[in-house]
């Protein structure tokens, strides 16, 4: 599996929602505490882009050498229709400051120097060292994630469906059933592509006793490529 520290990466530096929380700017729009842009750089700190008049980059300018805390809340939401469809959220927390000069014109970048972060998703919850963070690898497919999801959903789902075959009678591999899911009434089970990473695909399966189950890859996939061959062997064994 990612480790909590992949996992944070990969959510830091993915187009999942994120907002900058600043003690004391507490009335700004969210969509005022929304970066344009973020990137993490060599040493793990995290670059933020915001206008030059936001409310973020007036707070980080007023603090000068003052110690301004702030945290990114990301929000990891399912790109397919599903019950249940946040998948996790990740918190970057540290110190900020401007970094001026490294954006365009109308524009500031914000450095967010990492002091904790921590993770809560499909995996669980883990906190997450700044050093490890800042050593971690980012899901080769993250960027890819959202749109094989969706073509996986819409143009493969009798294949996906057909992965339940494979459970027997470990329906569950791993993820037992979230209470509060078998309220979907008797209708037959639908399966729903839920997670990609280079380790394997989460399925959802709706209806009745709803739970998740993974599928793990033969060996971690490096790129889209090496995933359509993992998928091919995935349903291929689904189908015998």
């Not at 700017?25 to 882009?49: I, N």
């Not at 819409?154 to 059933?177: K, T």
């Not at 006793?209 to 793990?216: G, I, K």
């Amino acid at each position: 599996m990612p480790s909590a520290a992949e996992r944070t990466r990969t959510l830091v530096q993915s187009t999942c929602s994120a907002v900058l929380l600043i003690p004391g700017v507490d009335a700004a729009r969210s969509e005022q505490l929304t970066p344009q842009a973020r990137v993490v750089g060599q040493d793990g700190e995290v670059f933020l882009l915001f206008p030059a008049d936001s409310p973020a980059v007036r707070a980080a300018t007023h603090a000068q050498d003052d110690e301004l805390a702030a945290v990114l809340e990301i929000t990891d939401v399912a790109p397919v229709s599903v019950p249940h469809r946040i998948r996790g959220r990740a918190w970057v927390s540290g110190r900020l400051t401007c970094a001026p000069g490294v954006a365009e014109p109308g524009g500031m970048m914000l450095r967010l120097e990492v002091g904790e972060a921590c993770v809560d998703d499909l995996w669980g919850a883990s906190s997450v060292e700044p050093e490890d963070f800042a050593q971690a690898s980012v899901d080769p497919l993250v960027a890819h994630e959202t749109e094989l999801l969706q073509h996986l959903h819409s143009a493969h789902s009798e294949q996906v469906q057909a992965l339940c075959g494979l459970l027997g009678e470990r329906r569950a591999m791993g993820v037992p059933p979230t209470e509060g899911w078998g309220d979907a009434g008797a209708n037959a089970q639908r399966a729903v592509p839920l997670a990609l990473d280079r380790f394997g695909l989460r399925v959802r399966f709706v209806g009745g006793q709803s739970f998740d189950a993974r599928f793990d890859f033969p060996t971690p996939v490096r790129d889209v490529v090496e995933l359509r061959r993992a998928m091919h062997t995935l349903f291929e064994a689904a189908s015998h």
